[in-house]
């Protein structure tokens, strides 16, 4: 089938924060086949998921946005494949519900599973890389790399400095009765934690060594601090929202003021975990 290319879309679309300028030439991929074709197109790409953890230009993206939408999954007794766009949330819950461990943890993350392996996405002391067996990739031709073969870190992978696009990924997960129970508690703890009902990109710093990003900006006390239409969450301080219309240039001079007085009360500087792209 040939892939269907549209204009006159916008990253806010497709952005968790609501922010993002005009796409120059957008195209959602749901087979290797539309991804194949989508790469032979020459313009710089952008591949898209949930659009978590990241902030997208105001002045948006001078060239083809795709929208992963590989979404398959296929279980194998405690052995599942999943095609990158499949929500990583849902594979978590799904995981659990079946009384199988190892992605507890992924429930509530706004990524899909391409997104969670390539930002190695982690929580509540546990990463995607730990059940992780394999992952399928493209950049020109179709690879398959064994865990044994990736090196993974806090918030990193291998893939973040590969040109290509991760099209799936299979788990190895295992057997625990007290899984269900351990992934609703998660589910409750981030419903009472986190500001999942207003829009953000998830937690905007790295957490310092032996240290809590949102501890430290809570302690310099600023929750509720705003630059234009962002926001310092009052419930969780390493959440910026986007309350009120915020432009990525609101959001970015947040983050430096945050950074500036964290470093000045504490001596820490803070890392951005979010990922700020810029137009091409």
């Not at 892939?3 to 993002?20: A, P, Y």
């Not at 519900?97 to 509540?124: Q, Y």
């Not at 129970?181 to 998830?202: C, F, H, N, V, W």
């Amino acid at each position: 089938m040939a892939l269907q290319l549209q204009k006159n879309r916008s990253l806010s679309e497709f952005s968790t924060f609501g922010i993002g300028g005009p796409i120059h030439l957008f195209a959602e991929v749901s087979t290797i086949d539309e991804m194949q074709q989508a790469f032979q197109i020459n313009l710089p790409k952008m591949i898209l998921g949930k659009g978590s953890n990241c902030l997208f230009s105001d002045e948006g993206f001078k060239g083809l946005v795709i929208l992963n939408k590989i979404d398959f999954c296929r279980w194998k007794e405690s052995e599942v494949s999943v095609g990158a766009g499949y929500s990583f949330s849902l594979l978590g819950a799904q995981a659990a519900r079946k009384g199988l461990s190892g992605l507890e943890f992924a429930s509530g993350i706004p990524a899909t599973v391409g997104g969670a392996v390539w930002m190695n996405a982690g929580a509540n002391g546990h990463e995607t890389c730990e059940s992780l067996q394999s992952v399928q990739f493209f950049d020109g031709m179709l690879r398959e790399y064994k865990r044994t073969e990736l090196t993974f870190g806090y918030r990193s992978s291998p893939f973040q400095k590969m040109d290509g696009v991760i099209l799936s990924a299979t788990f190895s997960l295992t057997p625990d009765p007290n899984a269900r129970k351990a992934q609703l508690q998660i589910i409750d703890y981030r419903m009472k934690t986190q500001p999942l009902k207003e829009k953000s990109a998830g937690c905007i710093f790295r957490n310092p060594q032996g240290a809590s990003a949102g501890a430290l900006i809570e302690k310099c006390g600023l929750k509720g601090f705003c630059v234009g239409g962002a926001k310092v969450s009052e419930i969780h301080a390493n959440f910026i929202v986007n309350h009120n219309l915020a432009t990525a240039k609101d959001v970015k001079e947040l983050i430096r003021l945050v950074q500036e007085k964290v470093l000045e009360q504490t001596g820490t500087l803070l890392e951005p975990e979010v990922r700020m792209i810029d137009a091409q």
